[in-house]
């Protein structure tokens, strides 16, 4: 629109102009027919016809992603974020932790200690829980010598960030992150082992997650836990952070394990111990700033986060809440999806850019090859800026329309297949567009518009 108004302006502005020069000079008269038709050459019409094309062409790359986007603005926005808020499980790690070592506490046997381990397990069905049983049956301790009759189940929560089993005899066995059983420990009057926070600060250390065990509100072990980074993942973050995005690592790991993972990784921040509100916070402080977030989630407890991210991708395994906050579900369930969102939103801002500049190189081209053509009649003087060598007035404004015509259907293909984004900074991106489609917006125009004005001067 705001291209339209300054285009306007100057046609009108040339309309006195033309009224003046048929008083000097009779019979050289332009008609309000050519100033209109060159207001029509001239309204960026090239990427007005372009932009819904482009648009649905990103919708169309997520959609072969496997990623169902609820508006073109969605993946548009995606192209523009700052921050990216990534679970560490599953995005930056394999996800499938597994039980390497049990380490008892001072005065508790390993043989009973890593029964109480079992008995915690048995009923965990997340891979971290299997692993430990399996851990269990190769240190040797029998699953039928377990006594589970009468017990009850203690289900893992966000909000505890502990889970375990009570037995029928009274006994309470818990295991858990490291904060939630040293509050369950202390409530109770007890002392948490200064030997288990060694080992814990050890396993952090080495990028191990360590789960303490507690009976009866006493810490009996730690059982650690190992993760492997995915291949890859660090040239990944390298290239989001050439294209200026933020990342920031959401684990509810311990701050010594959530460092070393993020340093590994080449994650730039991280959030440590971290609760589903500590999402919406982090959230709400970035956009504060004057920055766009997009975050991935699958569960009830993720879908305000979801809702308030600029960019809010549901898992399609996730609750119908979750998939219904955010603003793109992505059907193959994959955590690292996020990154490819962004890139092809990057693309799309990529690919209208280009355009734009196209476009707008286009019509200050098919201003100073009109324009002279228009008046070097009556004004002779302007026939040296009429470096085209037009045939007339008449043919000038006519080969304009038709280039105008034939140029947004050769646009079209590269407005859908998009225009390759690569990461090497903003001033490079900006230098390399002004060369290829800046001069090019202006030679384009020069060299086609000379050809079919040789073509139409055969009929007049």
């Known amino acids: 629109a705001g291209f339209t108004l300054v285009f306007v302006i100057v046609c009108v502005t040339l309309i006195p102009f033309a009224d003046y020069t048929s008083l000097e000079h009779p019979g050289t008269a332009i008609s309000i027919a050519a100033i209109l038709s060159l207001f029509v050459c001239l309204i960026p019409t090239t990427i007005g016809g372009l932009l819904s094309a482009i648009g649905i062409a990103g919708m169309d790359r997520a959609l072969r992603a496997n990623v169902i986007t609820k508006s073109g603005k969605a993946v548009e926005t995606a ?114 082992p200064k030997e288990i926070e060694e080992v814990i600060s050890e396993i952090s250390g080495n990028g191990g997650t360590p789960l303490v065990v507690c009976v009866d509100r006493k810490v009996t072990g730690v059982i650690e836990l190992q993760d492997i980074i995915k291949p890859g993942i660090q040239e990944r973050f390298e290239r989001l952070r050439k294209m200026g995005v933020k990342t920031v690592m959401v684990t509810g790991d311990n701050p010594l394990t959530a460092k070393y993972i993020a340093e590994k990784a080449g994650v730039d921040d991280f959030i440590a111990e971290a609760k589903p509100e500590d999402k919406m916070e982090y959230i709400r402080k970035e956009q504060q700033s004057g920055k766009l977030v997009a975050m991935m989630g699958d569960g009830t407890n993720d879908a ?134 800046g001069l090019g917006g202006v030679i384009v125009p020069f060299v086609g518009i000379k050809l079919i004005d040789l073509v139409v001067s055969l009929f007049f």
């Open 79 to 192: 192209g523009d974020i700052d921050t990216l808020l990534l679970d560490k499980t599953g995005t930056i790690t394999i996800g499938n932790r597994r039980a390497t070592k049990f380490h008892s506490a001072p005065g508790v046997g390993p043989r009973e200690f890593v029964t109480t381990c079992l008995l915690a397990s048995l009923s965990d069905e997340t891979p971290e829980g299997k692993s430990i049983v399996e851990l269990g049956r190769e240190s040797g301790v029998r699953m039928r010598s377990l006594q589970t009759a009468g017990a009850r189940m203690i289900q893992f929560t966000a909000e505890t960030k502990c889970s375990g089993v009570d037995l029928a005899d009274g006994t309470q066995i818990r295991k858990g992150a490291f904060d939630a059983i040293r509050k369950i420990t202390e409530a109770a009057g007890n002392k948490f």
């Open 304 to 437: 305000p986060a979801l809702a308030q991210a600029n960019v809010g991708v549901a898992m399609n395994s996730g609750t119908q809440a979750a998939k219904e906050a955010g603003n793109m579900v992505d059907l193959d369930n994959d955590p690292t999806k996020l990154i490819e969102i962004v890139e092809i939103g990057k693309q799309l801002l990529m690919t209208r850019g280009t355009l734009t500049t196209f476009s707008i190189a286009n019509d200050v081209a098919k201003y100073f090859a009109i324009v002279p053509a228009l008046f070097m009649v009556a004004i002779p003087e302007l026939g040296a800026l009429n470096i085209m060598n037009l045939h007339s007035p008449e043919s000038a404004i006519l080969s304009a329309v038709i280039f105008n015509a034939i140029i947004i259907p050769i646009l079209i293909p590269l407005a859908l297949k998009g225009v390759q984004y690569k990461p090497i900074g903003a001033s490079a991106l900006l230098r390399r567009n002004l060369l290829i489609y």
